[in-house]
């Protein structure tokens, strides 16, 4: 979708979110020649504030081609953010139900009809303790191997030091200015996948290629290195229950 036809209501949610962006933060943006001009795409982002979609999407916003982002359904019920959401076309996500499905294959589609499609493959906000990437869920690498559509990695670091991850109101801080930095990678290389059944095996190392071109943006952004291993979080929070019951047969 080019600038011309970003349309009324992408324009009007320009228009109310980028003000305030300028104002409260500074803007330190890379890769922007990575957006593909023309024809679909997908981008992964990573996910480590409440606001790192508008740092995002102000960015993406400015490259010319706007994302459709994939949003919890109960968003598109609120009376100012729902109408948004709706006009921007953007996709609902209606989780542990029967319309689960519907929002991947409209994804798809939008691809398929020359669109971007932003995903945040971690599904939800970071709890890796050191804000980074954790491992992800294998959706993106699903529409991406159906599609064939380049994936653009991409990542983001500063918003979250205005409001890290499940911070409290009392733990937001707007100032100092914080810089929001963005940074888009080239194409992430899948071709290896293409003619492989996408088993769950196929799709977990795909999505781990996705992760690691996303960290290793990010780790220039903050000029420090990632852990050796993704933090997992299914696997933490076992962990914690198999210490629990150990300490509650003492």
Not at 36 to 49: C, R
Not at 89 to 102: K, L
Not at 148 to 160: D, E, F, L, S, Y
Not at 193 to 199: A, G, I, Q, S
């Amino acid at each position: 979708m080019s600038r011309r036809r970003i349309g009324f209501w992408y324009r009007l949610a320009a228009a109310i979110a980028k003000p305030p962006l300028i104002v409260l933060f500074k803007r330190d943006w890379n890769g922007m020649e990575n957006i593909p001009a023309d024809g679909g795409f997908i981008t992964a982002v990573n996910h480590n504030s409440y606001l790192d979609m508008f740092s995002y999407g102000h960015f993406q916003y400015n490259s010319g081609r706007v994302p459709r982002f994939l949003a919890k359904a109960a968003l598109f019920k609120a009376p100012v953010v729902g109408t948004l959401l709706r006009g921007t076309r953007q996709i609902p996500v209606y989780r542990e139900s029967t319309s689960a499905f519907g929002a991947f294959r409209a994804a798809v589609e939008a691809v398929g009809q020359g669109e971007c499609v932003a995903f945040y493959p971690e599904g939800t906000l970071t709890r890796d303790p050191g804000q980074w990437p954790m491992t992800a869920k294998s959706g993106v690498a699903r529409a991406a191997l159906l599609t064939r559509a380049p994936v653009i990695p991409v990542a983001q670091w500063g918003a979250n030091l205005a409001m890290p991850p499940y911070a409290k109101e009392k733990r937001v801080r707007f100032f100092p200015r914080k810089t929001l930095q963005v940074k888009a990678g080239p194409p992430v290389d899948l071709a290896r996948f293409y003619d492989k059944e996408p088993t769950p095996e196929v799709l977990k190392e795909a999505t781990e290629v996705i992760m690691a071109a996303i960290t290793v943006i990010l780790e220039e952004l903050r000029g420090e290195r990632a852990p050796a291993e993704p933090y997992d979080h299914r696997k933490f929070r076992a962990e914690e229950r198999r210490n629990a019951a150990g300490e509650g047969t003492k």
